[in-house]
C-alpha cells in the first residue's frame, strides 16, 4: 500500500521484469479487463506514433468527442501517459489504480509498462470516451499493448530502431510492427518505401484486412504548408517530419467521423507536442528540443534546420547506449553545425560515448550538459537539444527551472 503517488511511481519504475505478451494476456483475463473497448485505435512506427496521437486526439476533441490516450515514454511526468482530452490520469486515480493491483503486480512480476498498460485499460473502461487511441512502447506483435481489440490500426514508418530487441535486421523489425494488424480491419501507414509497403500489403492479404497508404508530400519552405482533401494547412513551430504525422491522423479521423473544414485545420494547425521540434528559451536565446532519437528522426530535424533561415546554430547531443550513437555522430559531423555531446544521469548512457569524439572545431565532448549548453548558448544564435528522449527530458526540465 502507497500514501503518496511519488513512491507509488517510484515503485512502477522500478519494475523491470521481462515476460511475454501471451503472460500478460493471460494476466489480463485471470483479472477481467477488458481489451475489447469501444473505437481503439492501435499505432506503431519507428518515428512519429506519439505526434500522431496527438494530432488526431486534437481533431476528434475539436468535433465535440472524448478521447483517451496511452503514450510512451513521457516527457514531464509518468502521468502523461495516460490522458483523456490531453488531460493526465491524476495523481489521486494514478495513486488508486497501483494500489488496487499492487498484490497482483508483485506476483505476476508485472513490468512498468505492463502496470501502465493495465491501468490504462482499467481506466479508460469506466470513463465515457467515444474513441482510445493506443500507441505502441517498442515493436508490434510482441508489444504488450497488443492485447488490444483495435478498430483501426496504423503504422507511421519503420527503420532500424531498437533492433537488439525486435531485430537484428529490417525484415525483423516490419514483421514485428505488422504484428498489430488485424484480421478484417482497416490498416493506415504512411510509410514511403517500396519494399516495405509490399510486404505490408502482403500481411493485409492474409488477413484480409484493408490497407490504405498516405501519399507522400513534399514540402521544403518553412513554415510548412500542404493540401488535405480541400484544406490548406501550415504548420508553424514544427518540424517537417510532422507533415506525414498530420496526414496520417487526418487520413485516419476521416475514417471514423465526418471532417468540418475549419475545426480540423485549427485542430492540426494549434497541435503541438512536448519534445518535438519544441521551442524554449535559455540565456535569451531560443532552444528548440526535438527528441530525435534514431538515425531517421536525425535526418529528418536535420532536414528541417535547413529550411528554417538560422544557420548559426549550436547543437547538444547525447543518446543511450542502446541507440544508434556512433552512426548519429558520424551524421552530426557532416552537418555546418557545432557540435556538443555531451552526457547526462541515467544509468543507460554509453560511457563509451566521449570515445566516439574526436574533439575538433565543429565537434568538442563536455561532460556536464549544462556547461554544453551554457556554452552553446552563448556561442551561437540558436541551440538545438537533441538526442535520446530521455536526455531531453532532462533537459527540458532544467531549461523550465532555469
Not at 493471460?26 to 512506427?45: F, P, R, S, Y
Not at 530521455?390 to 526540465?397: E, G, Y
Amino acid at each position: 500500500m502507497f500514501y503518496s503517488v511519488k513512491s507509488a511511481i517510484e515503485y512502477i519504475e522500478s519494475q523491470r521484469h521481462k515476460r511475454t505478451i501471451e503472460d500478460f494476456q493471460k494476466t489480463l483475463d485471470e483479472l477481467h479487463i477488458n481489451v475489447h473497448q469501444k473505437n481503439m485505435i492501435h499505432i506503431a512506427g519507428t518515428n512519429g506514433k506519439g505526434s500522431t496521437v496527438n494530432y488526431l486526439r486534437a481533431i476528434l476533441n475539436a468535433h465535440g468527442y472524448k478521447v483517451g490516450t496511452f503514450t510512451s515514454p513521457y516527457l514531464v511526468k509518468h502521468n502523461d501517459r495516460i490522458c483523456i482530452d490531453g488531460t493526465p490520469i491524476s495523481d489521486t486515480a494514478l495513486l488508486y489504480y497501483i494500489n488496487k493491483y499492487y498484490d497482483v503486480i508483485e506476483r505476476e512480476h508485472l513490468s512498468m509498462f505492463e502496470i501502465d498498460t493495465l491501468i490504462m485499460l482499467d481506466y479508460f473502461d469506466t470513463q465515457p470516451l467515444d474513441f482510445r487511441i493506443i500507441e505502441c512502447g517498442i515493436g508490434g506483435e510482441h508489444d504488450k499493448t497488443n492485447v488490444i481489440d483495435s478498430k483501426i490500426s496504423a503504422i507511421t514508418n519503420i527503420g532500424m530502431d531498437h533492433i537488439e530487441q525486435i531485430g537484428p535486421t529490417l525484415f525483423d523489425i516490419i514483421n514485428e510492427k505488422m504484428g498489430i494488424i488485424k484480421r478484417g480491419n482497416l490498416f493506415v501507414t504512411s510509410e514511403t518505401k517500396g519494399t516495405i509497403l509490399a510486404r505490408l500489403q502482403e500481411q493485409c492479404d492474409v488477413m484480409d484486412a484493408t490497407m490504405i497508404v498516405v501519399p507522400e508530400y513534399e514540402t521544403t519552405h518553412y513554415p510548412f504548408e500542404f493540401q488535405y482533401r480541400d484544406m490548406d494547412i501550415t504548420l508553424k513551430d514544427q518540424g517537417i517530419y510532422q507533415v506525414s504525422n498530420a496526414r496520417l491522423a487526418l487520413t485516419i479521423a476521416s475514417r471514423l467521423i465526418t471532417l468540418d473544414h475549419d475545426k480540423t485545420i485549427k485542430a492540426v494547425e494549434n497541435t503541438s507536442w512536448p519534445g518535438r521540434f519544441e521551442k524554449m528559451q535559455y540565456l535569451n536565446k531560443p532552444v528548440i528540443i526535438d527528441g530525435a532519437h534514431n538515425m531517421p528522426g536525425l535526418q529528418s530535424l536535420l532536414e528541417t534546420l535547413k529550411c528554417i533561415e538560422q544557420q548559426d546554430i549550436g547543437i547538444v547531443f547525447s543518446a543511450l547506449k542502446d541507440k544508434q550513437v556512433e552512426e548519429m555522430l558520424g551524421e552530426l559531423a557532416h552537418t555546418p553545425y557545432s557540435i556538443y555531446v555531451t552526457s547526462f544521469n541515467d544509468e543507460r548512457v554509453d560511457g563509451s560515448l566521449k570515445k566516439m569524439v574526436q574533439d575538433t572545431d565543429m565537434m568538442v565532448y563536455t561532460a556536464s550538459y549544462k556547461d554544453a549548453l551554457k556554452t552553446a548558448a552563448l556561442k551561437h544564435d540558436l541551440v538545438v537539444v537533441t538526442g535520446s528522449l530521455h536526455f531531453i527530458s532532462t533537459v527540458r526540465k532544467y531549461l523550465e527551472e532555469a
